[in-house]
């Protein structure tokens, strides 16, 4: 189990960033055979982008379900994200190849994923008793005193 911060603290980026949420949805769970393969391939991705740290991928958070699957990932630039999708010798552009032959042939299973541009000092976190996740993995944490209090505060920050 993570180690639990039992201090109220917010997690900050220098820069831009970009988060992207990636999942799938089950909506037959008896063919296995349709969706267990896209299922077994994110791990995979992620292996491979956390070994390489020139990625661009910074942190990410798994949330499984029994249907519903999701990542959570915070990437430095939309530049690193679109270079590893397109990237034809890394596991993503094969892996959508055959995952788009399954979904034409097959209900059972759909995908989804919706990128997101963050500037500078257009966002806010608050985490209090929490092990380390989200911005707080892929940014620096500070002490949600004083100038960090509420989240107009945070806000102003920067």
Same mark, same amino acid.
């Given at each position: 189990m993570a180690e639990i911060d039992d201090r109220r603290v917010a997690a900050e980026m220098e820069d831009d960033f970009v988060v992207f949420r990636i999942g799938m949805r089950v909506h037959k769970l008896w063919k296995l055979h349709r969706w267990l393969p896209i299922f077994r391939?994110?791990?995979?991705?992620l292996d491979e982008l956390e070994s390489d740290p020139d990625s661009g991928l910074l942190a990410?958070?798994? #949330?499984?379900?029994?249907? #519903?699957?999701?990542?959570? @990932?915070?990437?430095r630039s939309f530049d690193?994200?679109?270079?590893?999708?397109?990237d034809s010798e890394a596991h993503h552009a094969p892996a959508m190849k055959w995952t788009n032959r399954i979904l034409k042939e097959s209900n059972a299973v759909g995908i989804w994923h919706e990128t997101?541009?963050?500037g500078d %000092?257009?966002?806010?976190?608050?985490?209090? #008793?929490?092990?380390? @996740?989200?911005?707080?993995?892929? %940014?620096?944490?500070?002490?949600a005193?004083? %100038?960090?209090?509420?989240?107009?505060?945070?806000?102003e920050q920067k």
């Open positions: 391939a994110m791990p995979k991705m990410y958070d798994t #949330n499984l379900g029994i249907r #519903n699957h999701e990542f959570v @990932q915070y990437w690193d994200l679109r270079e590893y999708a397109l997101y541009l963050i %000092g257009e966002y806010e976190t608050i985490y209090h #008793n929490m092990p380390r @996740q989200g911005l707080a993995k892929a %940014g620096s944490v500070y002490p005193t004083v %100038g960090r209090k509420t989240a107009t505060r945070r806000l």
